[in-house]
């Protein structure tokens, strides 16, 4: 089992920055990638970015060069970063950590909101 707890989420200003944290326990040795999804009001749950554990990465295209996804692991931990800048209004949604090992597992969500 791996148990994923994220953080970070919060009301900012567009064009501000934020980093979400995801740390993930347990069997983290099982786990392939780990990413962040990300859900607004009323819209299907959409892949944000998602690093892998020879650090490839992929971004959806309306985040690229504006989040980076980076991960630092240890024998027992593995955490997740996503470093969100010059955000928009448009990226209000809940945050989900994923990680993908023999079973998929999900974070509880963190809310980000983008307003002035």
């Known amino acids: 089992q791996v148990q994923l707890v994220e953080s970070g989420g919060d009301l900012v200003q567009p064009g501000g920055s934020l980093r979400l944290s995801c740390a993930a326990s347990?069997?983290?040795?099982?786990?392939?990638?780990m990413g962040w999804y990300r859900q607004a009001p009323g819209k299907e749950r959409e892949l944000v970015a998602r690093?892998?554990?020879?650090?490839?990465?992929?971004?959806a295209d309306s985040v690229k060069d504006r989040f980076t996804i980076s991960r630092d692991s240890t024998q027992s931990t593995s955490t997740v970063y996503l470093q969100m800048n010059s955000l928009k209004p448009e990226d209000t949604a809940v945050y989900y950590c994923n990680a993908i090992a023999i079973n998929e597992y999900w974070g509880q969500g963190t809310q980000v909101t983008v307003s002035s």
């Open positions: 690093i892998t554990r020879d650090d490839r990465t992929t971004y």
């Open positions: 347990g069997r983290v040795f099982t786990i392939y990638a």
